[in-house]
């Protein structure tokens, strides 16, 4: 039985409806995702449904929270396996029923992989497990492959930018944006301005501003006052390296791994150069590349590896960093200006735009970027079924007629992808180049 009370007054994500249907199988279901991303939301959004839809037993359902201490005792000091169902019995379960068990933050069990793997194989249909957890890096370690074939993993993003719209209140904004993104583009090949894009321009201009200044983080975008989005910001990063960079990570040189942090907030969009971060730093090389796996393994920043037609080559050539949310970025950095008074705007769109494409692009499309022998570049080329190719520029700036860039223009020339887009302030516009159709989009409609 849950002693928890369930929140009801939650909203909804964009995969509520995909995480539902995993719930009814018999598989381990495990959301991956930073700190305070929403994974507790969504497990509650879930129970909900399950209670008071499925009309589920209410008696079937037991909550661990790991993050309380006693409750992360408990279930580590069982070393037989069985005396888990067992437990669950004294607790209340009737086992020859489905029992559901959700463990928030599984990452500081010590075997959970055992724990995991022994139940699943031997109460199959009778223990469904639902886990959260706010570290690859701890999961990777602690999860074997002996869990293959036995769990489906969901990753829990901040908000993209029509979950913000939901959390903001904005339904007008919020159905006009479900009219028109970037993946139907894709999928139609066609584009239509729409006839209201004129009037909302300035309301999405201004729910865009907020969000690269802001970010996505649920509990920072139901705030109304600037000021209360900047002390919670500053509390997840405080929270953060407390309980991920201390505590998981077992980082004692908190200044240093500070300063890396820093520094990478101001190159976003730039490739990562290691000598330069390790004399900016004065860390070493190998302490360098510890830290940026471990940013990129608890959600902070995201790696663009380059494109090639020789996939082996990905790999060698310097990456691309960017961060997952423009709200924590903006907090490392400590700045929170407007974006006509800022100097990073353009830095501050591409991450957005990086972080919509990786959060919307269904599960096996690929994101990389490209840069030619001569220099010029794409920022961003998704690799899309069937090895089609689809390049992406960011220009956030306002259009009088479309224009081609010299990077674009050579993309095509070499690849001839079907379509392409140029991302822009307020713009909409489409072209050709040979066989390719060119659409010009505003930002917000990423």
């Given at each position: 039985m849950?002693?928890?009370?369930?929140?009801?007054?939650?909203?909804?994500?964009?995969?509520?409806?995909?995480?539902?249907?995993?719930?009814?199988?018999?598989?381990?279901?495990?959301?991956?995702?930073?700190?305070?991303?929403?994974?507790?939301?969504?497990?509650?959004?879930?129970?909900?449904?399950?209670?008071?839809?499925?009309?589920?037993?209410?008696?079937?359902?037991?909550?661990?929270?790991?993050e309380n201490i006693i409750e992360a005792e408990t279930l580590n000091q069982i070393r037989n396996f069985d005396d888990f169902p067992k437990m669950l019995r004294d607790k209340g379960a009737d086992l020859s029923h489905k029992t559901w068990v959700i463990i928030d933050e599984v990452q500081y069990l010590d075997h959970p992989s055992g724990l995991l793997k022994y139940v699943y194989d031997h109460w199959r249909g009778k223990i469904k497990f639902i886990v959260s957890g706010s570290s690859t890096l701890e999961i990777k370690q602690k999860f074997t492959d002996r869990l293959t074939g036995r769990i489906h993993t969901f990753h829990v993003p901040t908000l993209s930018f029509e979950e913000y719209l939901l959390f903001q209140k904005q339904d007008n904004l919020l159905n006009k944006k479900r009219e028109s993104n970037i993946f139907s583009l894709i999928k139609n090949k066609k584009m239509e301005v729409p006839s209201w894009a004129d009037v909302l321009k300035n309301d999405f201009l201004?729910?865009?501003?907020?969000?690269?200044?802001?970010?996505?983080?649920?509990?920072?975008?139901?705030?109304?006052?600037?000021?209360?989005?900047?002390?919670?910001?500053?509390?997840?990063?405080?929270?953060?390296?407390?309980?991920?960079?201390?505590?998981?990570?077992?980082?004692?040189?908190?200044?240093?791994?500070?300063?890396?942090v820093?520094?990478?907030?101001?190159?976003?969009?730039?490739?990562?150069?290691?000598?330069?971060?390790?004399?900016?730093?004065?860390?070493?090389?190998?302490?360098?590349?510890?830290?940026?796996?471990?940013?990129?393994?608890?959600?902070?920043?995201?790696?663009?590896?380059?494109?090639?037609?020789?996939?082996?080559?990905?790999?060698?050539?310097?990456?691309k960093v960017y961060f997952q949310d423009t709200g924590l970025r903006n907090t490392v950095i400590n700045n929170f200006n407007n974006l006509r008074d800022?100097?990073?705007?353009?830095?501050?769109?591409?991450?957005?735009?990086?972080?919509?494409?990786?959060?919307?692009?269904?599960?096996?499309?690929?994101?990389?970027?490209?840069?030619?022998?001569?220099?010029?570049?794409?920022?961003?080329?998704?690799?899309?079924?069937?090895?089609?190719?689809?390049?992406?520029?960011?220009?956030?700036?306002?259009?009088?007629?479309?224009?081609?860039?010299?990077?674009?223009?050579?993309?095509?020339?070499?690849?001839?992808?079907?379509?392409?887009f140029i991302v822009t302030r307020d713009f909409w516009g489409q072209s050709q180049l040979n066989s390719t159709k060119l659409f010009w989009i505003p930002v917000w409609s990423i």
């Open positions: 849950i002693d928890k009370k369930i929140p009801q007054d939650l909203l909804p994500r964009i995969f509520l409806n995909s995480l539902k249907e995993d719930i009814k199988g018999d598989e381990i279901t495990l959301l991956l995702g930073a700190r305070q991303t929403g994974k507790s939301s969504l497990i509650f959004l879930v129970l909900n449904w399950l209670l008071q839809e499925e009309k589920k037993d209410p008696s079937q359902f037991f909550y661990f929270d790991l201004e729910m865009v501003e907020n969000f690269c200044i802001f970010g996505g983080y649920p509990a920072v975008a139901l705030k109304e006052l600037p000021l209360k989005r900047k002390t919670d910001l500053s509390g997840l990063y405080s929270l953060y390296v407390r309980k991920d960079i201390k505590d998981l990570a077992h980082i004692e040189d908190i200044k240093g791994f500070n300063n890396l820093g520094m990478l907030a101001h190159q976003v969009g730039s490739l990562i150069n290691e000598s330069e971060l390790s004399n900016g730093t004065g860390l070493s090389r190998p302490t360098i590349r510890k830290y940026l796996s471990i940013l990129e393994n608890t959600f902070v920043t995201g790696m663009l590896t380059p494109f090639f037609t020789n996939a082996r080559l990905e790999y060698i050539k310097r990456p800022r100097s990073d705007t353009g830095h501050l769109i591409e991450n957005v735009v990086f972080s919509e494409i990786v959060k919307r692009k269904p599960e096996l499309f690929e994101v990389h970027f490209w840069k030619s022998e001569g220099g010029t570049e794409v920022d961003f080329i998704i690799k899309a079924e069937e090895e089609k190719l689809i390049p992406i520029e960011v220009k956030y700036q306002t259009f009088q007629t479309p224009r081609i860039s010299r990077g674009m223009r050579s993309f095509i020339n070499r690849y001839s992808p079907e379509v392409s």
